[in-house]
């Protein structure tokens, strides 16, 4: 990864910026492979003031992953709101499968966190377990939607207990 960010990097200088404004970088060290000023901000706030609004009953914030519990653990102290995460493994390439979620679930509203959404697998996966666990509604906020191959057809949603959509 490293070359290739340092690569594109380079490109963006070539191409004439003098400053890099960034939006939750996916890794954090890719400001140190500009040359230029780099001004990372964070969407953390913005969802944070959402969610708030959105009056959730007994909120549980859902890690994804184990990479993504540093920042569920951000939202879930923001938003008081307690802290689940799901065990998940990878059988082969961009395929998900979500095995255990540790924490509880049942008769609470989840907030599912993460940073970037590609074929929406992992999302998919991890709001159907927390459904089949009893969550009463499932919300999914990321910063990144790519929204490639699969997530282009994946079906909208889990079980809503109140008919709510977000």
């Known amino acids: 990864m490293a070359i290739g960010a340092k690569l594109v990097a380079n490109m963006i200088q070539t191409a004439g910026a003098d400053r890099v ?51 569920a653990r951000g939202f879930a102290k923001r938003l008081d709101g307690s802290l689940a995460i799901i065990d998940k ?20 509203d989840c907030l599912i966190v993460d940073d970037m959404i590609d074929t929406a697998g992992t999302v998919s996966e991890a709001a159907h377990a927390l459904a089949r666990l009893g969550a009463e509604r499932v919300f999914v906020c990321a910063t990144h939607g790519l929204f490639s191959g699969p997530a282009l057809g994946a079906p909208t949603g889990c079980p809503d207990r109140r008919g709510d959509s977000d």
Request: proline residues 6%; positive net charge; glycine residues 6%.
């Open 21 to 71: 404004l960034g939006l939750d970088f996916h890794q954090h060290q890719l400001q140190g492979f500009f040359d230029v000023p780099v001004d990372h901000l964070y969407a953390a706030p913005v969802f944070v003031s959402h969610y708030r609004k959105k009056q959730l009953k007994d909120l549980v914030v859902v890690a994804p992953d184990v990479g993504a519990a540093k920042m």
């Open 89 to 108: 493994r990878r059988p082969r390439a961009n395929v998900a499968e979500v095995v255990n979620v540790v924490g509880e679930v049942a008769e609470r």
